[in-house]
């Protein structure tokens, strides 16, 4: 791209001329690239990603590998809260095939874009459409895991983001408001509690400031094994928490 900018004397067809001048206003306005090319990479597999899902992160990808370092079974079901763009839970069935997974999310477009990546790197997830604020998920079967990115930032940080996330990735995946900013933290133990089997496991990726709190609610709520772990960049991140 630098080098049609700084030769265009070049001849190009006029509809390459017209993607490159497209690509250009994009990346001028801040999109992110993810949207740009219309996917990224999370543990090796190529996720295709749109506006109306979260752009998956390397954190995120650390908390996919607690699990697989601590799961005993290689057939474990699993779900996976406030799934997107379903980067977890297929993540969980590529590196465990004899998985049964699950993956709920609250907004339709998100689960089409889930469905779509299931099918193109032909891994088997079950997508739902549910809200889980709401929802007992009474229709899933007792589960050994539970992994979720939830909605965490307090809206009060928008002002202290890059609008490359706040103008761009969808805000119903990113923010909680400010008088609740635990509220998925507490239905996530909650469900937990409901769903899990015996020893199950609770990973929830949370907010720097927030971990702490979160693994005081676990442990009120009786789980053991608790464990809190920072992110590559030496950040307070997840927590895992067993049943």
């Known amino acids: 791209m630098i080098h049609l900018h700084l030769n265009d004397q070049d ?30 990479w999370f543990m090796d597999l190529k996720i295709e990603v749109n506006s109306s899902v979260l752009i998956p992160r390397p954190e995120t990808e650390e908390l996919v590998n607690g699990f697989l370092e601590r799961i005993k079974i290689s057939n474990p079901t699993v779900l996976d809260a406030c799934s997107g763009s379903g980067c977890i839970s297929l993540a969980v069935n590529h590196y465990l095939p ?55 930032i307090p809206k009060e940080e928008i002002k202290l983001m890059d609008e490359t996330v706040t103008k761009f990735e969808p805000e119903i995946a990113l923010f909680v408001n400010d008088s609740k900013p635990l509220v998925f933290y507490k239905r996530l133990i909650y469900l937990g509690l409901k769903k899990l089997k015996p020893n199950g496991l609770l990973l929830m990726e949370c907010h720097h400031k927030q971990l702490d709190a979160v ?7 009786g789980y053991s094994s608790i464990e809190q772990h920072v992110d590559l960049s030496g950040n307070p991140r997840w927590i895992i928490a067993c049943r």
């Open 11 to 40: 001849l190009l067809p006029e509809l390459d001329i017209q993607k490159y001048k497209e690509i250009l206003n994009r990346l001028v306005n801040r999109e992110p690239m993810q949207y740009i090319l219309g996917y990224t």
């Open 98 to 152: 004899d998985s049964i997974v699950f993956g709920v999310e609250i907004s339709n477009e998100a689960i089409h874009v889930a469905k779509c990546n299931a099918e193109k790197l032909n891994l088997h997830v079950e997508y739902i459409q549910a809200d889980i604020l709401k929802s007992d998920l009474e229709m899933l079967p007792d589960l050994d895991a539970i992994l979720s990115n939830p909605p965490y």
């Open 215 to 221: 693994a005081k609610l676990c442990n009120q709520e």
